[in-house]
């Protein structure tokens, strides 16, 4: 069974510093990774979506790369905000079965 | 599109009642995931189906749970009969996949069940 990795579980980071969030799986033939936002009480917002084809996927001020050999992904944020403050969640997803996802990482912007 | 539409927000209810959840798909999405949110486990897979056929439905805690897709644009999940421990947010998410070609998901705002 597929296992996806968050580290770290938790962090806390002034605004305005870069930032990287990291995910981890077990499996590397996976057919693509997506990464999601989850504010407190709501539901989970995309952010980005990597193919297994793909290196990294850009959206503003945040980029996604994929290694599958090694299989990892990393989330970077530039230029840290407070309204960034959201748990962070990564799932990858095999061919023709559901996402499965990573226990995600708590992120707090401090103003 | 409006997105993943799910119905109830929040439903509280006496255990041993009957809940149902709804969920309406994007349009055009083929595939859809109920998932169980809760503190201790995270997001757990319920059940995944595709072009309405349930393709994994390990994670269906026990016959009290059922899911179905009457129609391709709608789903349900239902418990019956409901426990205190059933208590959690429940997601419904949907994506388009076929051969050779895999969507981002997107997920509903959840449905939050209090089991009392």
């Known amino acids: 069974k597929q296992e996806v990795t968050q580290i770290p579980a938790a962090l806390s980071v002034p605004e305005g510093e870069n930032l990287v969030l990291n995910c981890s799986f077990t499996d590397s033939a996976i057919y693509n990774l997506q990464w999601f936002r989850q504010d407190p009480g709501k539901g989970l917002t995309s952010l980005l979506l990597i193919q297994s084809s793909q290196r990294e996927q850009t959206s503003g001020r945040l980029n996604a790369s994929l290694d599958k050999s090694s299989g990892r992904s990393t989330l970077y944020i530039a230029a840290s905000q407070p309204g960034d403050s959201a748990t962070y969640l990564c799932?990858?997803?095999?061919?023709?079965?559901?996402?499965?996802f990573g226990k995600g990482t708590s992120l707090l912007v401090t103003p | 599109d409006a997105g993943v539409i799910q119905s109830p927000r929040h439903e509280v209810t006496e255990m041993g009642q009957e809940v149902t959840l709804r969920c309406k798909l994007i349009s055009g999405h083929n595939s859809l995931f109920w998932y169980r949110q809760t503190m201790m486990r995270g997001l757990e897979l319920l059940i995944y189906?595709?072009?309405?056929?349930?393709?994994?439905d390990s994670g269906m805690p026990e016959d009290r749970f059922s899911a179905k897709m009457p129609n391709a644009s709608f789903s349900t999940l239902k418990i019956q009969p409901s426990e205190p421990r059933d208590s959690a947010v429940y997601f419904c998410a949907s994506s388009y996949f076929t051969t050779g070609m895999n969507t981002e998901a997107f997920f509903g705002q959840g449905t939050r069940l209090t089991v009392v």
């Open positions: 189906f595709n072009n309405n056929v349930p393709i994994d």
């Open positions: 799932a990858v997803r095999h061919s023709g079965y559901a996402l499965n």
